[in-house]
């Protein structure tokens, strides 16, 4: 299944589930009309038929076995409107599972799809995560909401109709109030909404200091440490009271009009009572049919209340989403960015920026402001700077993250965006400083690194050795297969530093010819960091690599250094060069060589 681009209404809240799981949705519908008219309309009909039947036995008017029939009916009756009950819950978990199965993927490709500036954007990653983290809560209390909604109208309907084959002036009755009733239900149920709405950044709020701050594992060290826990646990209260001070208004306001409400239900049943009185005294009305009215009319009035009120609710949560639905379908995608790299990587000469200028989509400063530079085949480079200079910018520009840059980006003479989105992805290998964890196994890990071609066991293991993981898999359980992370049963968690190699094996299984470490050992300990630029400087021999680094120590191994300052090249030479040059990259070593002292 794919999401169209186009706007989505709240019918869609059904139309959407009715296109994966039609059958299941007919069904749904089905059992809905049957548990609209079964509790009022029929049940009203057998409660009439059982009374007046005893009321003649009890005369004498008809033999005792006469009960019998009546009194099976309305048994029956109870009977099948107890099976309805649990029924609903089985055709939901089916539809929650075609939703899951259908709609998720749908999603996530479109997610996957998305051009890069949305994933940074929080704006628009928090409407992904709504979109995504919302979709079968509130498709399936909107297919209950309609339901209901459905239910009303046909309960209230089917014992108009009784009424008026009985008393036709006295449907006129009902008819009056009924109509506010479903006013009144209504907008209490918008008013709901909207303080959900309101209290969302709230709730947002303290869900944080509560699942991440408060409870986490992850943070657990820094909690126990630095002891703030009672500090983060006030501001969690503090969101939270607002949060509640919020809705508890609202609902109280919509209490009191859905107890007004109540308190009109029970008036028309009594004066739809009180004008049945005088056509059961004259006979026109049998004592059973004025019972069975009466009984209906007490269904309708909880059909009525809140369960049409929390409906309405939902039914507007679910405009909101199909909205967020409607403006998730309409971020801006990038071409081919679900295509799986290219088996045969480019055969990489050249790399240049020239006159390269770029800022974020919402940043008013240019981070790249006139950067040039060039890289040839088979040689080492480092990019170092300060925090914030536009190094790992370069990066994302080069692996055609962001192509809305101005300046050319040109390999092998040809402009970046002239080429395919699977060529770009073979064409560099990174490990970031903040690299995945995939919590799998180690050899999974480490294949992740070219999904192109099967890696059997033997080639992983060698990268591994090569990563410096051997002491690491030799501890493991079940060696390179042991499952790594909290997630399986049988996992096991490892160092920052472990995984830190895990990252770097990825790139060294690669066959990219472009090899790229941003900062990927800012978790080792400076001897281990050694070790692996070492094993890298071996193993890269022959390729093109860049090194990405505030620790000057790796740049030693460069064949050319690039300082960047203000957006742009500043300085460029070996480590020699530039240190006899005693500008910005000398001051830099210096001062870290003091470090160490």
């Not at 479109?110 to 704006?123: C, G, N, P, R, T």
């Not at 709230?202 to 943070?219: F, G, K, P």
């Not at 290219?342 to 940043?363: M, W």
């Amino acid at each position: 299944m794919k999401l169209e681009k186009r706007k989505y209404k709240k019918i869609d809240i059904l139309r959407l589930p009715f296109k994966v799981a039609p059958f299941t949705m007919i069904l749904q519908i089905a059992l809905t009309i049957i548990d609209a008219i079964v509790p009022t309309f029929v049940m009203a009909l057998a409660t009439a038929f059982f009374v007046d039947t005893a009321i003649s036995v009890f005369e004498g008017g008809a033999a005792t076995s006469a009960i019998y029939l009546p009194l099976g009916i309305l048994v029956a009756l109870v009977g099948v409107v107890s099976l309805l009950g649990g029924l609903p819950q089985i055709i939901e978990s089916r539809i929650k599972f075609a939703l899951e199965r259908n709609l998720t993927p749908a999603i996530l490709d479109v997610q996957a799809s998305l051009a890069y500036k949305h994933i940074e954007d929080a704006a628009s990653w928090e409407l992904i995560e709504r979109v995504a983290d919302e979709m079968t809560e509130t498709f399936l209390d909107g297919i209950r909401s309609y339901g209901a909604v459905i239910r009303s109208v046909i309960a209230t309907i089917s014992v108009l109709g009784l009424i008026v084959t009985q008393v036709w002036w006295s449907g006129l009755v009902v008819i009056a109030f009924s109509v506010p009733l479903f006013w009144v239900s209504l907008w209490a149920g918008r008013k709901n909404y909207a303080a959900k709405v309101q209290t969302r950044k709230y709730e947002r709020r303290y869900s944080y200091y509560s699942d991440e701050v408060l409870t986490n594992r992850e943070a657990v060290e820094e909690r126990t440490l630095f002891g703030y826990a009672d500090d983060v646990t006030k501001r969690y209260y503090e969101h939270f009271e607002i949060s509640r001070d919020i809705q508890l208004k609202v609902l109280l306001k919509t209490h009191i009009a859905m107890k007004s409400t109540s308190l009109s239900l029970i008036l028309i049943t009594l004066v739809t009572a009180f004008t049945f009185i005088k056509p059961v005294i004259a006979g026109d009305v049998s004592p059973g049919m004025f019972m069975g009215i009466v009984t209906a009319l007490f269904g309708m009035a909880e059909t009525l209340g809140w369960q049409l009120q929390d409906a309405a609710k939902n039914i507007s949560e679910s405009k909101g989403y199909t909205d967020d639905l409607t403006s998730f379908v309409e971020l801006d995608r990038a071409e081919g960015a679900t295509d799986l790299p290219d088996e045969q990587p480019i055969a990489f000469e050249s790399l240049e920026f020239v006159n390269v200028r770029f800022k974020y989509p919402k940043g008013e400063e240019y981070i790249l402001d006139g950067l040039s530079f060039k890289l040839e085949r088979g040689k080492h480079y480092a990019f170092v700077g300060a925090n914030g200079v536009g190094k790992t910018t370069i990066t994302k520009l080069l692996t055609g993250l962001y192509d809305e840059y101005e300046g050319e980006i040109l390999i092998n003479g040809k402009e970046l965006r002239e080429y395919s989105a699977s060529a770009i992805k073979a064409l560099s290998s990174l490990v970031y400083q903040d690299f995945a964890r995939y919590q799998i196994s180690m050899a999974d890990n480490i294949a992740f690194g070219d999904t192109a071609r099967e890696i059997d066991k033997r080639q992983i293991l060698d990268i591994a050795s090569k990563a410096g993981l051997n002491n690491t898999i030799s501890n493991l359980p079940n060696g390179i297969n042991t499952p790594l992370g909290r997630i399986n049963n049988d996992g096991l968690d490892i160092s920052g530093g472990q995984w830190q190699k895990i990252a770097v094996a990825r790139s060294l299984l690669s066959r990219a010819p472009i090899k790229i470490l941003d900062e990927p050992t800012s978790a080792l300990d400076p001897i281990a960091e050694n070790q692996i630029y070492q094993e890298f400087e071996e193993l890269m021999k022959g390729k093109t690599t860049i090194f990405i680094s505030h620790r000057l120590g790796s740049t030693k191994l460069a064949d050319e250094i690039f300082v960047i300052d203000n957006g742009s090249i500043v300085e460029k030479g070996c480590h020699s060069e530039l240190i006899r040059s005693k500008g910005l990259y000398a001051q830099m070593f210096e001062t870290q060589r003091k470090w160490y002292r």
